[in-house]
């Protein structure tokens, strides 16, 4: 079946189809972080429907490119460089090596391509000036080149594609310089920004533009036709960045080539926490590394994210990532009782699970085909599972119905092993299911890099005391782990943490 996605500039859903003649290969690219400062949750709720964006046009087949731009010159990242009395390199570096690492935490795959605006200076000043000899940028008073909307149009070009917008009640021949605005502020947008004292050291000598910095939006358009060329296939970034980020990416560079400029856009609606607008004054304002430091995992946190369709707005609550631990709990559950089933090692530190038993991995050629028709027959859920998730999200990414798919597998899953009904093949199968769905979740298995250092720490000192016959030490040890909230079980396959 075919994937349908919401498409922002036909505000319809359609049939995703890329260029590719062969209909094989997929460009993708995402708005990346600004980087100055940690991202939000509401950033990551975006960055996730990224990753969910490109793990299901790889489930469906195809060969995807992603790239995602790391924002690393723009007006706030040179206040806070000013502020902080920094270099820019100095001082975006770190912000950007905490993205990566975040973005690790989430289980989110890393883009195939990371530029950087400041890598891509001569592009941007090549991009800018195909525009003047155009005639459709101009170089103002202030040294500063601009955008002229009026000069577009009047090429028979569309401004306002993604947002409508009522062009009678614009003021021709404003100006705007920074890089935000609203749409009742529509005006020519600043491309270069010629250099003024606030920069400091932040700009660069340009013969024909003279000494500046590039504005926000012309960075994208430049980075994107880069690498994917000067129509690509899909464009995602959150809601705000439709007007005026993505609007005038448009209209720079369809104005630059002539051609459409990307086929697909898909815009993430916002996060609120505890139903508000995150602020740092109401307290509800959330970095990655702030719930981490609550205790919560990557995992719980990127299942919460994943749990909302991507065009209604999410309510974060510290509430949903207790019932996101809750709701992961079922599934390890379930799948470590598979895993037994199956005779393959039942380790909470597994990665991964998959098609590991000893008696599948065995088979070869026609006896592994017998033994998962078998299993099929024995166990009609896992082929529904994989069915049943493909189809919902073809349905333009319908979450909150896979997760329903999940969770009635999982019963279903639960109750063929209470009345050992399943068998190791089926097992197997079972499993092989529920990875070819992760591959799209992301959500893997618990792992041992949940449990904290400190606690395996203390798991591996109790081991040890056990091996030297000190039982009282193993017993304070055990009670410290239950203070910590850790119990430790021992089973035949040895020592087990959980929380309580
Ligand atoms: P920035 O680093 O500010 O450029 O933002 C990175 C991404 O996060 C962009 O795609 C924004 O649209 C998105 N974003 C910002 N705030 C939120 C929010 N509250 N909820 C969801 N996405 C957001
Ligand atoms: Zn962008």
Redesign the pocket.
């Known amino acids: 079946m075919a994937l349908k996605l919401f498409n922002t500039l036909s505000r319809s859903i359609q049939e995703f189809m890329p260029l590719d003649p062969a209909g094989k290969k997929a460009g993708m690219y995402?708005?990346?972080?600004?980087?100055?400062?940690f991202?939000?949750?509401?950033?990551?709720?975006?960055?996730v429907?990224?990753d969910l964006v490109r793990r299901t046009l790889e489930f469906k087949g195809y060969a995807v490119t992603h790239v995602m731009n790391i924002?690393d010159v723009e007006d706030?990242i040179i206040k806070r460089v000013q502020e902080n009395k920094t270099s820019l390199r100095e001082f975006t570096g770190q912000y950007e090596a905490a993205f990566l690492e975040d973005l690790k935490t989430l289980n989110c795959l890393l883009p195939h391509h990371t530029p950087h605006a400041t890598d891509h200076i001569a592009d941007i000043i090549a991009l800018i000036e195909k525009l003047i000899a155009r005639g459709i940028a101009y170089k103002a008073a202030d040294g500063s080149v601009y955008f002229s909307i009026e000069k577009y149009r009047g090429c028979g070009c569309n401004y306002g594609q993604l947002l409508k917008l009522n062009f009678d009640e614009m003021r021709a021949g404003e100006r705007v310089k920074s890089d935000e605005y609203a749409k009742e502020s529509v005006a020519d947008f600043a491309l270069w920004k010629a250099r003024v004292p606030e920069d400091g050291d932040v700009f660069w000598k340009s013969e024909s533009l003279g000494e500046g910095r590039p504005g926000w939006h012309i960075e994208c358009s430049a980075m994107s036709m880069k690498v994917l060329g000067e129509s690509f296939d899909l464009h995602?970034?959150?809601?705000?960045?439709i007007f005026p980020?993505h609007e005038d990416e448009i209209a720079q560079s369809e104005g630059a080539t002539g051609k459409p400029f990307v086929k697909h856009w898909l815009?993430?609606?916002?996060?609120?926490?505890e139903g508000k607008?995150?602020s740092k004054s109401l307290g509800n304002f959330f970095t990655l590394r702030d719930l981490l430091a609550k205790g919560f995992t990557g995992r719980e946190i990127r299942y919460a994210l994943l749990t909302a369709h991507y065009r209604e707005t999410?309510n974060f609550t510290l509430d949903g990532l207790h019932g996101a631990r809750t709701a992961l709990a079922r599934i390890d559950e379930c799948l470590g009782k598979l895993r037994e089933a199956a005779g393959a090692p039942n380790s909470d530190s597994a990665r991964t699970v998959g098609v590991q038993s000893r008696d599948v991995q065995d088979c070869s050629g026609d006896t592994l085909k017998r033994e998962l028709q078998h299993a099929e027959t024995v166990l009609g859920a896992p082929n529904d599972l994989v069915a049943r998730f493909t189809a919902v999200l073809d349905d333009d990414l319908n979450i909150s119905a896979a997760w329903a798919a999940v969770f009635e597998w999982v019963r279903e899953t639960n109750r063929r092993l209470a009345e050992n009904s399943l068998g190791a093949t089926g097992a197997a199968s079972a499993l092989a299911a529920w990875e070819k769905v992760d591959s799209v979740l992301g959500i893997g298995t618990k792992s041992g890099a949940d449990v904290p250092a400190e606690i395996l720490a203390l798991a591996e000192a109790r081991t040890a005391a056990k091996k030297a016959k000190d039982f009282k030490c193993a017993d304070a040890i055990r009670d410290k782990l239950k203070a910590k909230g850790w119990v430790i079980e021992d089973t035949s396959k040895g020592p087990k943490l959980k929380k309580i």
Do not use: S
């Open positions: 995402c708005c990346g972080p600004t980087v100055y400062d991202a939000h949750i509401g950033n990551w709720r975006t960055f429907f990224g924002t706030k995602l970034g959150g809601e705000d960045l980020h815009h993430g609606a916002h996060l609120l926490v607008k995150m999410f």
